[in-house]
């Protein structure tokens, strides 16, 4: 199995950028397929961006096009999120998860999940 740890969460104001790193202990990194999610006050988790194993396909939610970038370094077992031009509803706590599959994007895909980073962003 993996283990996961998040960390970069903070607060920023709306238009700023934070990078949100997840360190991967355990087996090899580059087995599992990476996401990224979220959940917001008062709603359920939901997808913001995952990112095959070798780093080659990405995908993104809608909500994150164009603002948020996932990367991976398979040799320093840690997978990245750029985040940029944030919003005020861009708020919550973000969690990686490490699935078996090459590219997952529900939850339900992931098998490994980290403890979350909380993201705050004012307006």
């Known amino acids: 199995q993996v283990q996961l740890v998040e960390s970069g969460g903070g607060l920023v104001q709306a238009g700023g950028s934070l990078r949100l790193s997840c360190a991967a202990s355990?087996?090899?990194?580059?087995?599992?397929?990476m996401g990224w999610f979220r959940r917001a006050p008062g709603k359920e988790r939901e997808f913001a961006a995952a990112?095959?194993?070798?780093?080659?396909?990405?995908s993104y939610a809608d909500s994150v096009k164009g603002r948020f970038t996932i990367s991976r370094d398979n040799a320093k077992n840690t997978m990245y999120l750029q985040m940029s031009s944030l919003k005020p509803e861009d708020t919550a706590v973000y969690y990686c998860a490490a699935t078996m599959r090459v590219l997952g994007l529900s939850p339900s895909d992931y098998d490994y999940w980290g403890q979350g980073t909380q993201v705050t962003v004012s307006s």
């Open positions: 990112i095959s194993r070798s780093g080659a396909r990405t």
């Open positions: 355990g087996r090899t990194f580059g087995d599992y397929g």
